[in-house]
């Protein structure tokens, strides 16, 4: 497997996404996962814009230059199901699969859309009629679009485990359309890590990689920040054990994708006007010091299980 | 501001034995360390006599390059077992620590007034013999609300400190983590307890939870600016009550997998490598180093 990281800490302290692969390089990472999550979430995108395709010959040339290739993406961010979003989101995600197939990214990864009081049945289709209404771009394409397990027992959603995933997964029904597992959302279900990986199986193509310390038992509207932590792996409960031991037995063929969003930029006890207090965020130094030790424990896990791909 | 560390639990994982775990510390660049009475070594130095150990523990500091600054008893309720304490006192003064974190006693369903009560008595007592060993006796904030402790703030600690009247031999350890727990306000509780705090235990965390059923998801010890704990309120804090003691780094961090997989009997994954681990103190010495370059405290 590859090793590649997503936006991550770095990027935020930057805020520059061509600094971001300069620096995540000298780390030791050689792959990424594309953030069209953050970038793509309005009309204004630069993406969005006529000249989007250039942006994205460009943007491919700049990365090869750099030494760094994206393996993944994150689509735009938004709730698919919320009032309004729908047919935006659509269009988003659409020219987002259109830059990664520029790019040379072969998987797209996106969360389902979920609203409180939807029952299962409604939740359901809805999501095949949203993943259907992308089928179309994917084949043009040739990208495949990945489900991420999101949510909670108290979350309007119903892609918690990979039961319910496979379900949507097999309803939806087609070639270009699998599953990305987030080890860290699972984790939030207290689920097990090894029998997802096998059931999800050949459908599993995406990984996100990140470690906390289990589920509360509160709702999250209330301290949802403390839980879904994204940690770098073997720091949080999460047996990365039971997730390598799924992925050699499935021949998983994927990226082993990174998504830490540690140390965290800004603790949430500041306030706005506060941002320029010497220990709001950490340095760029201390932060790179530290990603190059995740590459590190990447590089670890993989060649315990003798699945390293440089 | 002395800067020292705590050998976190992870390293006797590794079969190392003391000097050798010392001789990490110190090659992370450490020059004091945080000696831990805690209940991995409990079986061995308790059966000891304390002087001898304490000299060995003292020849074992010595050996690795590292001086002693602090130590620590912890993982004791003083209230059932306040012999294995005393022994600790003894033991520091051997090994030449000039201060002690010792733990407050409690019961079940202590009333505040019983619980002052007697963890004064238990303090007098501790207070004689730390008198004998020449070393300085710290508490700390303790507990969260679901252990019988009254010592969850700065009046608290400061009401039993008044009461004892030994400023000269006890004082505070702050530890920030223990505050963060607690969710109180850092930089209220160093503007109260002032001059008392001698040291401090530097880790962090994502605050206390709501509910009594995850309460190993509290105290996370990970390395400070890692969770939500307010550094810059510690720091200012410290600042302007011109604190000049030791900043203690304790934390448990990376963590050593507990739980055996039913699919994987070997876990190899359960430890991460001695290497690893030995960067992430020295990144951890940086942030350290880093915290105090910004408040000009080096």
């Known amino acids: 497997m590859k090793i590649s990281i997503a936006r991550s800490s770095v990027w935020t302290l930057l805020g520059d996404e061509f600094e971001f692969y300069r620096h995540i390089r000298e780390c030791g990472f050689r792959y990424v996962d594309y953030d069209l999550f953050s970038t793509m979430s309005s009309d204004d995108a630069p993406y969005m814009q006529d000249d989007w395709e250039k942006r994205a010959c460009d943007t491919r040339e ?22 309004g979003m729908t047919e935006k989101l659509i269009r988003h995600t659409i020219r987002a699969i259109e830059v990664c197939a520029v790019l040379g990214v072969e998987n797209i990864v996106y969360h389902p859309g979920g609203q409180m009081g939807m029952s299962r049945k409604e939740y359901m289709g809805f999501n095949i009629s949203y993943a259907r209404a992308l089928v179309p771009a994917l084949e043009k394409c040739g990208i495949t679009l990945l489900l991420e397990n999101v949510g909670r027992w108290d979350e309007a959603f119903y892609c918690h485990d990979a039961d319910e995933m496979l379900e949507l997964i097999c309803a939806v029904d087609h070639p270009l359309y699998h599953a990305c597992l987030d080890t860290g959302h699972l984790s939030l279900q207290d689920a097990n ?13 995406g990984l996100h990689i990140q470690d906390n310390f289990g589920s509360l038992p509160v709702a999250s509207t209330n301290r949802m920040w403390r839980q879904d932590l994204h940690l770098p792996p073997l720091m949080g409960c999460v047996d990365f054990d039971e997730i390598m031991l799924g992925l050699k037995q499935t021949g998983y063929a994927g990226a082993f994708n990174l998504e830490p969003e540690s140390p965290r930029c800004g603790c949430l006890l500041y306030d706005d006007n506060e941002k320029g207090l010497p220990l709001h965020h950490m340095t760029l130094e201390l932060t790179l010091e530290y990603y190059s030790c995740i590459y590190d424990i990447a590089k670890h896990i993989l060649r315990t299980y003798d699945a390293l791909e440089e | 501001m002395k800067l020292s560390a705590a050998a976190g639990p992870i390293w006797r994982e590794y079969g190392l034995n003391e000097t ?4 990490i510390l110190a090659e992370c660049g450490f020059a004091y360390a945080d000696y831990d009475f805690c209940p991995a070594n409990l079986n061995a130095w308790l059966s000891a006599d304390p002087v001898i150990w304490g000299r060995q523990v003292r020849s074992s500091l010595s050996d690795a390059g590292i001086k002693p600054l602090l130590a620590h008893v912890s993982g004791f309720n003083p209230f059932s077992d306040e012999r294995t304490v005393e022994k600790a006192i003894i033991c520091a003064g051997e090994l030449g620590a000039e201060n002690l974190v010792i733990p407050l006693a409690y019961a079940p369903d202590n009333t505040r007034r019983e619980y002052e009560d007697c963890n004064l008595r238990y303090l007098e007592r501790m207070l004689s013999t730390a008198e004998k060993a020449d070393v300085v006796l710290l508490i700390e904030h303790s507990g969260s609300w679901l252990l019988p402790h009254y010592t969850h703030h700065a009046l608290e600690l400061n009401r039993m400190m008044e009461r004892l009247a030994r400023p000269e031999r006890l004082k505070i350890n702050l530890n920030v983590g223990h505050m963060g727990i607690a969710e109180i306000k850092p930089y209220t509780e160093i503007k109260l307890l002032g001059e008392s705090i001698r040291s401090v235990d530097l880790s962090d965390n994502f605050g206390g939870m709501p509910l009594a059923v995850r309460p190993e998801r509290e105290e996370l010890g990970l390395a400070p600016m890692m969770g939500y704990i307010d550094y810059d309120r510690v720091m200012q804090g410290l600042s302007d009550v011109s604190y000049d003691g030791c900043f203690n780094l304790r934390m448990n961090m990376p963590r050593v997998f507990e739980k055996a997989s039913p699919y994987h009997s070997k876990s190899p994954l359960r430890l991460m490598p001695s290497e690893l681990t030995k960067r992430l103190y020295i990144w951890s010495r940086h942030i350290t180093e880093h915290m105090l370059a910004s408040y000009g405290c080096v």
């Open chain 1, 193 to 205: 890590q090894y029998e997802t990986v096998m059931k999800l199986g050949a459908h599993l193509r």
């Open chain 2, 20 to 23: 050798q775990i010392f001789t």
């Open chain 1, 62 to 83: 700049k990365m090869e230059k750099l030494g760094v290739r994206a393996l993944i993406a994150h689509a735009p961010s938004g709730e698919p199901a919320a009032p």
